[in-house]
């Protein structure tokens, strides 16, 4: 038996986001009930909201709510208890990396939270998202919110917290580090607010230096502006980690120079064209270049308590349902500071 729920979605126009009605799966053995309380705006959201689907389309992988039902095998979580559901729902627990926690990275595939197909449960309808009443999620994939977060600021931190706090962690950000981070915007402010909370010496690359103020509040060090180009003679051998998260065509090898010895540069962003290095810049001071996805189930945990921990929440403009295609403009134009987050009450 499944249920019926209000969510909101992309039916026929592309990127335009509309009330729909979708139905929920009954519970399964090791499922929760999880009434959505907040649901953050991902730019991946978009995108996906720009693609020519051939189903319904329902957003939604930064998700804060309330369980309300469990299944009667489910051990870890209980009804009352707040959860957050990020971006992928189910995997198949077998391969080397599940099994070392690398959720992400499952060799069989990970399922999406949402435009995936669960093949693990033989589902012939894709996932749909957190832009919506409710959800169903196995309890291994809903992590538990620490009481001192505010639910509203904290739901960016399933998808951009964990994007940004992987890496760091990873590549050693902390005391005695120099970590810059390319670009400021819903992903990039979260990020820098947990390399300082890491310890790290914190630098931010901007286009402008229209957020300089910010960037020194979030605790960074400085905010470069760029507008005339990588400062490669006053910043050269400088950072021990750069992360890119930006997704426009970018001087990457510029920036590979201004790494230190045995220094990485990771890439978050997916911009349309190939990155272009030359091979001397990697030869040079031992450089590396590298890339990171999404951290695994128990690294989101873990940089859930941490955040807890510092007090590192994203800053939020919390919105009504109806306002999420106005949203997603000012989403496109740059114009949020940081992230919009929607209120489950208005779905």
């Not at 033989?122 to 749909?128: I, L």
């Not at 630098?203 to 507008?227: H, P």
């Not at 990171?292 to 955040?307: A, H, K, R, Y």
């Amino acid at each position: 038996m499944t249920t019926t729920v209000r969510a909101w979605g992309v039916k026929e126009n592309r990127n335009h986001v509309e009330l729909v009605e979708i139905e929920r799966r009954d519970l399964r053995e090791d499922d929760l009930r999880v009434r959505i309380e907040y649901s953050g705006i991902c730019h991946t959201d978009i995108h996906n909201a720009e693609a020519d689907l051939a189903w319904l389309f329902v957003p939604g992988h930064e998700i804060i709510g309330v369980v309300e039902e469990v299944g009667p095998k489910v051990t870890r979580h209980k009804v009352g208890d707040r959860v957050g559901i990020g971006c992928f729902v189910d995997a198949c627990d077998e391969c080397d990396n599940c099994r070392i926690g690398e959720t992400s990275y499952c060799d069989t595939g990970v399922v999406t939270t949402y435009n995936g197909l669960n093949k693990y449960h033989g589902e012939t309808e894709h996932t749909r998202g957190g832009y919506a009443q409710q959800i169903i999620v196995r309890e291994d994939f809903a992590l538990k919110i620490p009481d001192s977060l505010d639910p509203a600021a904290a739901a960016p931190l399933l998808c951009a917290g964990i994007t940004t706090y992987s890496p760091l962690k990873h590549w050693g950000a902390g005391p005695g580090k120099r970590v810059a981070f390319i670009g400021m915007g819903g992903l990039g402010h979260v990020g820098v607010k947990i390399a300082v909370a890491m310890g790290a010496e914190v630098s931010v690359f901007s286009q402008s230096d229209a957020k300089k103020e910010d960037a020194a509040k979030f605790g960074a060090k400085e905010l470069i502006a760029t507008r005339d180009g990588v400062p490669v003679d006053e910043y050269g051998n400088h950072f021990d980690l750069i992360i890119n998260t930006v997704s426009a065509e970018i001087d990457i090898d510029s920036y590979m120079e201004l790494l230190r010895l045995d220094g990485t540069l990771v890439q978050l962003g997916l911009p349309s064209e190939p990155l272009s290095v030359g091979v001397r810049t990697f030869l040079q001071k031992r450089r590396s270049l590298a890339g990171s996805l999404v951290g695994g189930i128990p690294e989101t945990q873990e940089m859930l308590d941490f955040c807890a921990e510092h007090g590192v929440v994203a800053d939020v403009e919390v919105i009504g349902a109806d306002y999420i295609n106005e949203a997603y403009r000012r989403t496109i134009d740059s114009d949020v500071r940081y992230r919009f987050v929607i209120d489950g009450d208005t779905f």
